[in-house]
Every structure is written in C-alpha cells, then in structure tokens.
C-alpha cells in the first residue's frame, strides 16, 4: 500500500543539492504504487515539526526536471539539529505526529553531517516510539568530510570553481605585476577541513602556476615561512597567488581571520582572512595586492557546476529511493570509486550509524612536504571531482533557474508548535 | 612598402582584452604587404620604452586564435601614463628610436581612457618630432566609461559574471534566511561610475528578485533611509540581497570602505566596502550576513564571458587594424548600437583627440528614482551587452588558457632606458 514520502533539505546549501532533489521526486514519481507523493519540508526538519509541508505533485514534470540545473536549495534549508530522544522528546513526538497525519512512510533527509545524525535518530522513533518510518539520509556537504562516500555531493562543483577562478584570477596578476599588483590572495571556504582549498590546487599543473601557496587549516600557519616563500615566489615568477582557507590558523588554534586588526571598540575586524594575508604580506614586502573573498558566490556557481558532480548529486537521491522501496533503513546511499583513469564511479550503501558525527579529514599524505601544496595523490584523487561541464540554460544572458510553486499541503492538525 | 605594427596592452585587464589582441593580429596577418609583422610590447607601452618587444611572428595561428577566449593581458600589461610632450619628451624621443630601429609604422594600443590619451600623444609625435606613426586605440575597459563608442569591451563580461553571480547567491541566501543567514552583500568594481553596480540590476526581473538594493557611487548613501529599505525587504521577502560599488560613498565624499573600523595603529581597515555595509546592517538590525568581494575574479571570469562582449572585442580589434590601413591616424574604433529589439551592432570610429581623458558616467535616468536600482532604460541599455555565452574550452575540468611562446624581438639598440 503506497506511503508518502517527506524530504527536506538542511544546512548550507549547494550548486547541486536541486539535482539530488530531482532524483528523489523524479524516481519517486516512477514508483507510485509504493510512494504516493513526495511532500518536502519547507525550510528543512522545520518545516516538518510546524507541519509546513510542500506538495511536490503540484510542480510540473518540467520544473521538477529544472531543479537539476539549479542551484541552491528549492524547498528551503535549516540550521537545526535534534538533539536525542531524551533531550527532545517532545520534537519527536511532534515529528511522529505530523508524519501519522499525512501518513509518511519514506524520509529522506539532504544534509551534511549534523543532517546525517537527525536522519539517523528519526530512524530510531520507529523502534522507540513504535512509529514505522524508513528513513535514508542523502548525502550533500561543499566541505566534503562526511565518511565512507568517496565525495560528497557539492563539493566537486565549489572544488572546480575554485580551480577555475584561482586560475583565471592569477592570470590577471601575471599581467599586472610588472607595475602593479603582485599578489594575489583568495579566500575559500572549509572551516575545519582543506578540502576546498586542496581544489584550488588542481589549477597548478606545471612549475610556475597559480596558486603558488595554498593555506591549509591542517598546517599551523609559520608567518616567518609563509613570507620568505612568497618573496621568493614573486622574485622566481614576478607575482604570487595565494589560496587561503578561512580556516587557516595559528600553532595556538586562533584563526588567522580572528587575528587581524581590530575596531576602536576591541571588536575582531570585519573582513575575513584574504585581507589579513594580503596585508600581512605588504607590511612585510612592501608588494601591492588584491585579494577576494567568494563566499557563498562559489557554493551557488551553478553556472559553472562539475558535470560529474551534478550526476553523482542526481545519482544519490535517485539511489535514496531505490534503497528505501528495496527496504533498507537507516542508510544512506554513498559514492564508491571503482576506477581511475578513466574514472568510474557507482552508487553504494552505509549505514546512518556509521555516518553520524564522523568527520572525514584530508589525509596528511595529501598535502605536499613543505605544506604549501597538494601532492599527485590529492590530484588523483581530486581531479575526476571537476570534469565536465554541466550548463544551465540561458535566456537573455542569465542563466534560468526554476522557482517551484511550493504549493503547501492542507494542514490537519490543530496545533501549533513552536521550534525554538 | 610594409611596415612593422606596435601592438600594447595598457590598464587593468579584461576577460576579452586578448580576443581583441587576436583580433588586431590576425587581421594583421591578413595583411603582410602592408603590415609586415606586429611586435607586442612586453607590459605595455613599457616594452616600447625599454625595447622589450616580442615577436608575434613566432606564436602559431592557433596560439593567436586561442588568444580569444583566454583572458588578462597575454603580453603583460602596464599601469603608466605619458605626460605631455613637453614634459616627457625624453620619453617620447624614446619611443622614435626604438620605433624606428624596428621600421614601426603602427601603433594599437589597447586600453582605456588614461591609454587613448596615450595613444593621442604618441599620434603627435609624427607631426612635432617628424617620425610618421600611424596611432589607432583601441578600447577597453571593464568601467565602461569611455566617450563616443557605445560600450567598452570589458564591461559586457564583468556585467554578465555580476548578475549571475548575484542571482546564483541570492538562490542561496533566500534558502538560508528561514534560520540562518538574511542580509547577502556583494561588492563590484566601479570607483567612479555604477556600471558595474547595475549590471546586477539585470537579475531581477520582477518584483522581489535579488538584487534588491544597489548603493552607486553616484547616489548619495543616506544610512538611515538604506537600513530601512533593508529591514522592509527582509519583513516582506525573508532576506535581502545587496550589490555595493566599490566607489559607494557619503555626502562629503567618504567612500563607505574607508569610513570602517580602523586598526590599533588608526589606519583604516583592509576590508572593503562589502564587510562595512553588512555589519553596520547586523549592528542595526542584528540580521545574520554574509558578504563577498569578488575583485580580480569578476574582471578575469572568461569562463562566463558575454558573447557579445567577446565578439565586439574582437571586431575593434580588427577595425583598429582596418582603419589603420585605410588611412585613418588617430582614432579609436567604436561600438555603434544601430538597433534594438533585435539589438544590432557595428563598427564606427572616433577621433583619440576626442575620447583621451573624457569620462563617461551614468545617465541619471538610468537610476531608478529611490536611487537603489536599474530604470527600464537602463535594462534596455545594458541587456544586449550580456548576451550569449562564450565557454572557452575545458580540459580535466579546466578551461584551457593560452601562454605564448613571447619570443623577444633582438635588440638593436646599444642604450638601456630607465623607466621611472
């Protein structure tokens, strides 16, 4: 007897996270006699406990097929973990509550990490408040540090337009630096882990390109170190292009973003790290800079997503419903490399157990001995995350991004509940 | 009897300065009973002061094609500006050496308004000091400021990466508003004029779209007005997305990124105006934001550069040429809108004596009448200069971007010449 289905999107969003939408809705649309409807959480787990749930059937074939080229997430994302059964018991409650009134068999929870974990707990209700509910997580993180998956869907799209960017923009510095700027200083994302700045590396493909120094938060930031190797960059080569992570850091944990000048009241200064390194250097050197900050530019650069990454995205919300309607539980399906050269990749399966509050950190063998790099092993293994182009359609010049209907379903319960 | 050509590259580089580099060559090539061979200055009009010219000659034709979807300056590029002939004249005796060591009968110099001055002085040096140079600028300039041509190659592009950048974040933002981030601030380049600020303009397209607010250099920022603009944007859509000028500034002519916070020592902060204009929205609001300075990255993105701009670029490069054979001396080429609707374009020319040092700005009308975004006029004017896209080609995930061989021309002069 077909059961609907709730889907929701939570944390950061990404290029790509439409894309594991797509695959959801598209091959849950395929299997009615199981799956009656997808309903989608409006703003993520939030929109379940207020019981603000979007009819996906009252989107169009085409609108749905558009989420795959569009980024950003459709429905609404949220920042909000639940905590255990025994601290928010009443969370779960309502969550059982909502899902019996509109008779949801089938979650499947687009998330990161944090997400992983909520997907994992909400599994848990069916056995502890005997509420039957199948529950798989999918995959999506641009800091790509879940476990076990190969990668994480949004991270082969930030990673390439990294690479992409770090090397257009270190053309530009070749060209100015006889009387101009000579260094360059782009700031990126992965607070915790370099895996994006790692991707910036991949715009170095012979002795002399860009990025010269690439800032890990993995390697205790050596300021004496980092200016020699810049000098020595910009006598050698004329100019230096520098990716910093806005995780960079002192031997003593502090941020280098967190470090730099401070306002007439004490307060830390706005900006983020690029500025601090660009001026660091100038002090030092006395070299004229530019630095950028892309923020949450290169996370929704749909127009210039990874094909690869796009796929896998699709692949995974696709597999999602496959594992559910095949009876598994408390899964989430994963990326499993099965090739190199010519890469080749498929889908797999771990278990929410496993995935929870584990965090995937860049191997140390990925970063290259003097710190400032990534060696061939990181390429190897970074570079099939970027290939392929995958552009949306364009009209008028701008690319054209769907906004759905986001029809709500009737409510039918009579109460409120406030998320706090 | 051919003669050799100077061709330079003057200014802040584009994403198409070299498709009118490609341009100027080929049509050049197209030529060899006129033009014999075009010697490129290494770093602009530098290389002709110091005799660093390289040999074009030696680049194959498909490095020169390349040349028009690779961006920045492949010949280097100079921020140097000629003085007058009376006080630069050892300068410009400078030049007629080294012009006549290597029987140069033509200078392109491609550059922005400071480069056509350049370019009008040097077209003097055949009259006041007797060598014969035919001088052709041609324009460009991401600033889109320049007289008479209807737009400047450059801007097209910078306009296009604006308002899909400020699209694609927006999708992003409105995703994140519910629990997490509210205010999206972005900065653009434009000192003096707001044609990049309105670019952004061109994303949205009807009521509610990013971007919501543009602060021009050439409106006045009231503080008290923008913060509620902000604050009802927010009640009403759930966020607000903001494009600033780099140029936005106050009644007294403060520029909003120099009246931040200041460092212990008194100097004004690093950040721009991005990080200003966000936190002084959370001081006031206490909304959650987010910010990106986009710098060198938007003037670079060849990746997603307009077609128009790539082909106007082009075509002024080989008008330059063209008109340069054909007689004409001390001109620049230019754009001329001979349609709307559909938009249709062709090459027209101006006299350099009319385009060095004046300063196109914005119309007024072109500024809604809130001063916080684009008039229709301003959209009718802006729209065709993003049409299209032009991907260059892709590799591993990456766009493939020429290096020429830049083989040095001998030289043949005994005497060194110190550029100051």
């Known amino acids: 007897m077909a059961r609907n289905a709730f889907y929701a999107q939570s944390g950061g969003v990404t290029a790509v996270i439409n894309a594991s939408a797509c695959g959801v809705i598209e091959t849950a649309r395929k299997h009615p006699d199981i799956i009656k409807n997808v309903y989608a959480g409006r703003n993520g787990i939030i929109g379940a406990l207020t019981e603000d749930l979007i009819d996906t059937s009252k989107e169009s074939d085409a609108d749905i097929a558009a989420l795959r080229h569009t980024p950003a997430g459709a429905f609404g994302s949220c920042r909000y973990k639940l905590k ?20 949801i068999g089938y979650l499947f929870y687009n998330g990161g990490g944090d997400s992983q974990d909520t997907s994992h707990k909400v599994s848990q209700i069916g056995e502890k408040l005997g509420y039957p509910i199948t529950c798989v997580g999918v995959p999506k993180t641009v800091d790509n540090d879940l476990p076990i998956t190969d990668c994480c869907p949004g991270f082969g799209s930030v990673a390439k337009y990294v690479a992409v960017s ?15 700027t000579k260094i360059f200083v782009m700031e990126v994302m992965g607070r915790h882990a370099g895996w994006i700045a ?55 944990g502090t941020f280098l973003a967190e470090a730099g000048t401070r306002d007439s009241f004490g307060h830390a200064q706005l900006g983020g790290v690029a500025p601090v390194v660009a001026k660091m250097v100038q002090d030092a050197l006395g070299y004229k800079y530019h630095w950028a900050v892309a923020d949450y530019l290169q996370r929704a650069a749909r127009h210039i997503a990874s094909a690869t990454d796009v ?14 309607i095949s009876g598994k539980n408390a899964v989430m399906p994963t990326i499993v490399r099965t090739g190199e050269n010519p890469y080749t990749w498929e889908t797999g399966c771990a278990n929410l ?7 995937k950190m860049m191997p140390p063998e990925f970063i290259s001995e003097d710190g400032y790099g990534i060696t061939d092993a990181c390429r190897a293994y970074l570079s099939p995350l970027i290939q392929g182009e995958d552009y949306p359609p364009f009209k008028d010049g701008l690319p054209q991004y769907v906004e759905l209907k986001k029809v709500a379903v009737p409510k039918k319960l009579n109460k409120e509940f406030i998320v706090t």
Do not use: W
């Open 198 to 252: 790692a991707a910036g590396g991949l715009a170095a493909e012979k002795e002399g390109d860009a990025p010269h120094i690439i800032l890990f938060p993995e390697v205790v930031f050596d300021q004496e170190k980092f200016l020699a190797r810049v000098d020595a960059t910009v006598k050698k080569f004329g100019y230096c292009a520098i990716v910093v992570s806005e995780g960079a850091q002192y031997a003593d």
């Open 166 to 180: 770090i090397r257009e923009a270190a053309f530009d510095v070749a060209s100015m630096a006889k009387t101009s």
């Open 84 to 103: 255990g059964l025994e601290d928010s018991r009443a969370e779960y409650e309502r969550l059982i509550e909502v899902f019996k009134a509109h008779d």
């Open 311 to 324: 796929e896998q995205a699709y692949a995974l919300g696709k597999a999602a419903v496959e594992l559910a």
């Open 353 to 359: 157990a496993d995935v929870a509050n584990v965090e």
